[in-house]
């Protein structure tokens, strides 16, 4: 079973709506990452969360809000949705040692219309 | 501005030879370089780093160049396959905040 799973992997919404993006992981990790990819722009930073207590915007927060449930589980919330926040989401995790390496889920397909 | 430029969006080689994928940064207190490794409907995976006090890191096909007076790093692939062909993403890490900051990413197509 994957490490980092995300769900749904495909979502079609209308504008305006309230959406959910959920992370799962079973690597044990404290901190975890919400990313988005837009075609030329590469990964960029939604928040991130060191543990259940911290969280933290990242470069482009707005329009976005997080929940950390769990050690395991942080959640991305579009609160009402706009065509521009259609892109590719990924969660990743990492440990709260010394190692630098983040580990992706799969990926989200958001597409608003 | 931006702080990882992969300023090259696409890279296509022939199977065997070598490949070059360039990345240019500003941000001097990096204390690591990774490069990460993106098929298409998969998320990224982590290939290689390098840390700000090495100016090579290798593994197996793999190596990274690190070039601290210009800037610059650099990944080499050799020999080159066509299971490579992938997006590549570099990214700076600073252990003061525990970020990844990525560059724009580029295109390797491999040619059988």
């Known amino acids: 079973d994957a490490d980092v799973t995300q769900t749904p992997r495909n979502r079609i919404t209308k504008t305006g709506k309230r959406i959910m993006l959920e992370c799962s992981q079973t690597?044990?990790?404290?901190?975890m990452y919400w990313y988005r990819q837009d075609p030329g722009l590469g990964l960029r930073l939604i928040y991130y969360?060191?543990?259940?207590?911290?969280?933290n915007k990242g470069e482009i927060s707005d329009g976005y809000s997080v929940s950390r449930q769990a050690q395991a589980k942080f959640s991305l919330s579009l609160e009402s949705a706009i065509p521009n926040q259609t892109a590719l989401y990924f969660c990743?995790?990492?440990?709260?040692?010394?190692?630098?390496?983040?580990?992706f889920g799969p990926g989200t397909r958001l597409t608003v219309t | 501005d931006q702080q990882v430029k992969q300023n090259s969006p696409s890279l296509s080689v022939q199977e065997g030879r070598i490949s070059i994928l360039n990345c240019d940064y500003t941000n001097s207190m990096f204390d690591y370089f990774l490069w990460y490794k993106k098929y298409p409907a998969e998320g990224p995976t982590f290939l290689i780093s390098?840390?700000?006090?090495?100016d090579k890191n290798e593994d197996g096909r793999f190596t990274v160049f690190l070039n601290k007076s210009a800037k610059h790093l650099s990944l080499h692939i050799v020999p080159s396959q066509p299971g490579d062909s992938a997006v590549y993403f570099c990214?700076?890490?600073?252990?003061?905040?525990?970020?990844?900051?990525f560059g724009k990413g580029i295109t390797l197509s491999v040619r059988p």
């Open positions: 390098i840390s700000s006090i090495k």
């Open positions: 969360s060191f543990d259940v207590k911290d969280i």
């Open positions: 990743a995790t990492s440990d709260s040692g010394l190692s630098n390496e983040q580990y």
């Open positions: 690597k044990g990790h404290d901190r």
């Open positions: 990214a700076d890490y600073t252990g003061a905040n525990s970020k990844l900051t």
